[in-house]
């Protein structure tokens, strides 16, 4: 059964902490990785990645994904109270019977005080 | 106003009520999906459509229906509702497929008594 595990579930940090949060997977046929963003309301999307894509940057957040371990990680450096909120993974795969199918993470919670 | 709307915002019902959640997006996006949140389990697909009258099972399917007529709407239906599908719902849409950018709906609060 496909699954992708994010950890921490939770974290409490201060600003100007960096922080490392990650997602792991073993999804069958898988292509690419996503990370979304969700704060108070709907999720906002952060990042892809793929085999051809291994490591995005936007500002203070970066991810990296290591397909030899089957695992991502975002970083996110000098935190704001801003950034908190809830940071959400998920999979997607190439083809065959699931193509289309998008399988989430828990998420990891992130509160940043000031 | 490019957007992704669902209706109703907040729904309380009782067991076995049927009850239809709609979704209407405004981009022309050929995919549509719903998911559930429920807290400590993240979001989680239920059904998803990549084109006008193709729909497929994503990972929570059961107790759910969903069609696709038209581009542009893909309601969620609860043909008999029970509590443990209490939870928060988003209707999204992409262009073409879910690595797309997706666009979320505001979200549906459904409370089953």
């Known amino acids: 059964e496909d699954k992708v595990v994010q950890s921490p579930l939770s974290l409490v940090v201060h600003e100007g902490d960096t922080v490392t949060l990650n997602c792991s997977y073993e999804v069958t046929n898988f292509r690419s990785l996503l990370w979304y963003k969700q704060e108070k309301k709907a999720p906002t999307f952060l990042f892809m990645l793929?085999?051809?894509?291994i490591e995005k940057k936007s500002g203070r957040l970066s991810s990296i994904l290591d397909k030899k371990e089957l695992s991502s990680i975002l970083n996110i450096t000098a935190t704001q109270t801003g950034d908190s909120a809830i940071y959400l993974c998920a999979v997607d795969r190439t083809g065959g019977t699931s193509y289309g199918k998008l399988t989430f993470g828990q998420g990891t919670i992130l509160t940043v005080h000031p | 106003e490019a957007q992704v709307t669902q209706n109703p915002r907040y729904l309380i019902t009782v067991t076995g009520k049927k009850l239809t959640v709609t979704c209407s997006q405004n981009m022309n996006h050929e995919y549509m999906s719903w998911y559930r949140q429920d807290p400590g389990l993240g979001l989680r697909q239920i059904y998803y459509?990549?084109?006008?009258?193709?729909?497929d099972k994503g990972d929570v399917p059961e107790g759910y229906k969903v069609s696709r007529k038209e581009k542009r709407n893909f309601p969620l239906i609860l043909e008999s509702p029970s509590p443990n599908q209490t939870s928060l719902y988003f209707c999204?849409?992409?262009?073409?497929?879910?690595?797309?950018?997706?666009?979320f709906g505001p979200g549906t609060r459904l409370t089953v008594l």
């Open positions: 793929t085999s051809s894509g």
């Open positions: 459509s990549m084109n006008v009258e193709v729909t």
């Open positions: 999204a849409s992409s262009p073409t497929h879910p690595r797309d950018t997706q666009y």
